[in-house]
């Protein structure tokens, strides 16, 4: 198994994204090593591959972040920016929090006075995760054999051939390796079956998916048409917000149905 950062000891656990104070300006970037777009993008599709520079345009554009510019009117980043960049990315993926929300958290965190002793960044209170959950979180960060998403998930050659007939699991584009979202489905798969659940069961699981992704899909699909330059960062944005709004709808029906009892 490899991840995007991996060492002979296993992956390195993904950090915690910390908050940090909004910059300042120009002043910053004189004072401080800055980055370019490009150079900010390469350093968070590390954790979070999935982001591109209309996406990080769009949350300049909502004011969740405000680099500094040259007199040439390009963009330079410091290292505050990308902190909150980080933080709010890592807000939505883990928390399933909507832009407004997180804005308001990190205005919060700009109107407290720094402490005398110790200014600078403020760490969040969340805690960190294990290193295989942190990988978990991005499926486009675990790279592995057929072998070793056995290993990892503890299910055997059955169950995972199983898990592939009703499409649950499948390998990446190629058939070469695994992601985080196969070994995901096959960790909680391994739980489940304790209770005596069989991939069979779980079909429905997967067509309700299909039917969300379709729902999501054609939700967005007329801000992707759009031709603005910010439209590929809205459709990323909605398409974020209205499938962490679905997970919890899920639940949510599922506990009431289950407080309703059988037959209900």
Known sequence: MSAGRATAAGPVPVPVPVPVRASRGRADAASAKTLTIGEVLDRLRLDYPDVTLSKIRYLEAEGLVTPARTSA???KYSAADVARLRYVLGAQRERFLPLRVIKQELESLDSEPLPRERPGPRPVAPPSPGPLDALLDN???VRMSRR?????????????????????VAPRPGGSYFDGDALAVARTFA???GFGIQPRHLRPS????DREAGLI???TAPLR???DPFSSGRAEEALDEIAGLLVRLHAALLRARLRTGPGA
């Open 148 to 168: 070793e998403l056995l290993a990892a998930a503890g299910v055997n050659e059955q169950e995972l051939t199983e898990l592939e007939q009703y499409g649950l």
């Open 225 to 227: 048409a759009q031709r």
């Open 206 to 209: 997967r067509v309700a998916a």
């Open 139 to 141: 499926g486009e960060q």
């Open 217 to 219: 899909e054609q939700v």
């Open 73 to 75: 009117n390009y963009r």
């Open 191 to 193: 739980a489940l079956s």
